[in-house]
């Protein structure tokens, strides 16, 4: 994981404003390295700069405009600053047109350069994790490359499921629908001793209550009308693998009395058969339900659950997974363009707060629908995640989440977002149709992520 990014190249001209501004970042906890000039500054720059730039536009030998022009083909995701007077303002709207992170006007207030300045530490942050993220991924054959993330929860699963991988012991897998309980289930079969044998899932909840018993267990020819050939169930057929009974919650009950047997006695035995097969296969079940409570309300056995309940592992849902989102987005994003044969697009700033404030009721899950729709989007990149996060089969907003408090922010935030729109990043007109103060408009769109850049009308 990358460490939280402090630094700061400071390019400017004028020695006594580079020796204020480097007073007020270093008193704000940054490390600046300041430049006379632009071409000075290039020397130390590389693709791999840990931090972002803050620039005058004005300079000798090179402006600002051509420093920036230079650094996008060095590396167009270096976050760049620009400080501009009065007369530079339209100069510094086309510097963002092409690229620039964000402009601040002269003479400007130091709280507004340290919240520019942070949000764009931030930004390069997510950049260089989502690198080292993909570098890990082509570099990698094991475990990190199938459970991907950073979060706290997803390293100590990785770390759970490579304490167990070597063992028999049945494994019962917790988690919200879409949460990648498959994907878990799967590591332990690929990276465990039994991945010469086969993986077999069973999805209990879509297989039809009369035939679930001759599914699991087989049958012989003419067990039963209808049963014209003898077929292995599952459970024979993962012999020497991994059999994994998804959703099991949802087994009934009369069916779950045998599975026990079968488990404790290790052997199987088809329907209309007496003779018994030796059973050596590894267990592995998951839920998105709360089985104690199942035990309680009488719908699941309490002997079974504690047979199948040796080592649970918990797969913690999108929501409580951090800057995971995003890595997870531009993962899914890349493998849809490949997929596809579309370009490769990379998130605004602005769609980053969109991304981290949803809920994700459908989770990992949900997030390569999105990720897919994303790249495939005929829309303008400004108003892509916007428009696929408000489509009809997902929910903005979390029913979790009625407070008033909640509910006035996504207000808020929706009509700062049409005012932008309206206005075509216009701050002047925004703060009047609004009337907001420059400074209260500045921290909002800096809460909700809103990058004015986003919404410059771009001259046809």
Not at 63 to 71: P, V
Not at 259 to 282: K, W
Not at 430 to 440: K, N, S, Y
Request: charged share 25%; aromatic share 6%.
């Amino acid at each position: 994981m990358v460490d939280k990014i402090n630094k700061v190249y400071l390019v400017d001209d004028d020695a006594e404003m580079r020796v204020a501004t480097s007073q007020w970042l270093e008193l704000s906890g940054y490390e600046v390295v300041s430049f006379p000039d632009a071409l000075t500054a290039l020397d130390q720059l590389t693709a791999s700069f840990n931090g972002v730039v803050v620039s005058d536009i004005r300079m000798p030998k090179m402006d600002g405009m051509a420093f920036l022009n230079r650094l996008n083909r060095l590396d167009a995701d270096v976050p760049v600053v620009l400080v501009t007077a009065h007369g530079d303002v339209q100069m510094a709207v086309e510097a963002m047109r092409q690229g620039a992170y964000d402009f601040i006007e002269k003479p400007f207030e130091p709280a507004r350069l340290l919240d520019v300045v942070q949000r764009a530490c931030e930004k390069r942050r997510l950049v260089m994790e989502n690198r080292d993220l993909r570098s890990q991924l082509a570099d990698s054959g094991g475990i990190e490359q199938k459970l991907i993330g950073n979060s706290a929860g997803i390293r100590r699963l990785r770390e759970e499921i490579l304490d167990v991988i070597d063992t028999d012991a049945p494994v019962l897998l917790q988690g919200e629908t879409g949460t990648g309980k498959e994907i878990v289930a799967r590591c332990l079969y690929e990276f465990g001793p039994r991945r010469k044998g086969k993986y077999v899932p069973v999805n209990c909840g879509a297989i039809p209550e009369n035939i679930f018993e001759s599914e699991l267990f087989g049958h012989e020819k003419g067990a039963f009308t209808g049963a014209e050939r003898q077929r292995i169930g599952r459970f024979e057929y993962a012999q020497g693998g991994i059999l994994f009974l998804d959703e099991i919650g949802t087994m009934p009950l009369p069916l779950q009395v045998k599975v026990l047997r079968t488990l404790q006695e290790r052997e199987v035995v088809r329907i209309g058969s007496n003779e018994t097969q030796p059973l050596d296969i590894r267990l592995i079940s998951a839920t998105s339900k709360d089985l104690l409570a199942e035990c309680q309300n009488g719908t699941f056995r309490n002997d079974l659950y504690y047979r199948i309940n040796v080592v649970e592992l918990r797969v913690p849902p999108l929501r409580d997974r951090g800057d995971d989102i995003l890595l997870l987005f531009d993962y899914f994003a890349v493998q849809a363009a490949a997929a596809y044969n579309r370009p490769e697009v990379s998130l605004l700033d602005s769609d980053i707060g969109l991304l981290m404030n949803y809920r994700w009721p459908g989770n990992v899950r949900e997030l390569k629908n999105i990720a897919e729709r994303y790249v495939l989007s005929s829309l303008p990149q400004g108003q892509r995640l916007a428009t696929v996060l408000r489509h009809p089969s997902s929910t903005t907003i979390n029913t979790e989440m009625t407070s008033l408090q909640h509910l006035m922010r996504q207000h808020e935030r929706l009509l700062l977002e049409q005012a932008l729109t309206r206005y075509h990043g216009d701050i002047q007109a925004v703060m009047d149709a609004l009337d907001l103060p420059r400074r209260t408009l500045n921290e909002k769109m800096a809460r909700y992520c809103l990058e004015r850049k986003n919404y410059l009308q771009i001259d046809q």
